[in-house]
């Protein structure tokens, strides 16, 4: 299908794209990759009368170290944090994770801040940046502000960036040493996931020190298996221990049911995928 007609403009700056969302309004659409909206054009789901391409605006890509914490740019595509070594040093989870997003196109033309600005509960990023404490920054003209991922994902494609705002980076605090790995469950490869487990893992001589648990399509947001993080906390990594903790998986979740599973269903997955998760990043 054709989308609706629409005009486009390209900004150079940040200030100019703020000045075109703030002057559209409701009428305006933000474009970063693309992977997410043109499909949704394509469908007529939705019909802006214009799109702001955030494309041009270097400022909003590139990784750096900043102390505590590294900084992804919104616009960074998929690929660039997949292969950046500040990434794979500082926050594994996500190097792991961004291994299991789609094909090799969609990570070089998707960008790192659309996605998780898209906010589908079953995208890969979201779960990944939750479990590592991620904070987003988003401008507005009046500033900018910055949201903890616990209060970022409010619904279903929903997320605490306003109308008259962009996302600019994503800050995420270093787990160095942290082992961590992305456990996914498609049935046709490059699939959304019917469920998926981002779990990372402090250990300390086969002690199970701290774990981070988030889950993928679990709900109308990623979500964080905080009932298995306590159960884990002081732990033995060992596949007995791991095995029961894993069973509060689906604690406080409210996963969908569709053509891919009942909710049942997913609520199994999400505890024999834990358990690989943390066994894996555990290193057991």
Not at 14 to 42: C, F, M, T, W, Y
């Amino acid at each position: 299908m054709i989308p609706a007609q629409f005009d486009y403009v390209a900004p150079a700056t940040l200030e100019e794209a703020l000045n075109a969302l703030s002057q559209h309004g409701d009428d305006a659409k933000i474009i970063a990759g693309g992977q997410s909206l043109l499909p949704v054009l394509r469908m007529r789901l939705n019909a802006p009368e214009i799109v702001i391409d955030l494309g041009r605006i270097d400022s909003l890509r590139g990784v750096r170290d900043d102390g505590d914490a590294i900084v992804i740019g919104a616009m960074t595509p998929h690929a660039v944090v997949a292969s950046d070594p500040l990434v794979k040093e500082h926050a594994l989870l996500l190097h792991e994770a961004v291994q299991h997003l789609a094909d090799a196109q969609i990570r070089h033309r998707g960008t790192f801040g659309g996605a998780l600005a898209h906010a589908d509960p079953a995208g890969d990023m979201g779960a990944p940046a939750l479990a590592l404490g991620a904070e987003f920054v988003i401008a507005g003209l009046g500033g900018t502000h910055t949201v903890g991922a616990d209060e970022f994902f409010v619904d279903l494609f929903e997320t605490a960036i306003g109308d008259d705002e962009i996302l600019t980076e994503v800050r995420i605090p270093k787990h160095t040493g942290w082992g961590a790995h992305y456990e996914k469950f498609v049935r046709v490869a490059h699939q959304w996931p019917i469920v998926a487990v981002a779990a990372t893992v402090r250990a300390d001589g086969g002690t199970i020190a701290e774990a981070r648990v988030g889950l993928t399509n679990m709900g109308s947001t990623p979500l964080r298996a905080r009932g298995v993080e306590e159960a884990l906390a002081g732990q033995p990594a060992t596949a007995d221990a791991v095995r029961a903790a894993a069973e509060r998986a689906a604690e406080g979740t409210s996963p969908p049911s569709d053509l891919n599973g009942d909710a049942d269903y997913r609520r199994h997955l999400a505890g024999v995928l834990t358990r690989r998760a943390v066994l894996a990043a555990a290193g057991a």
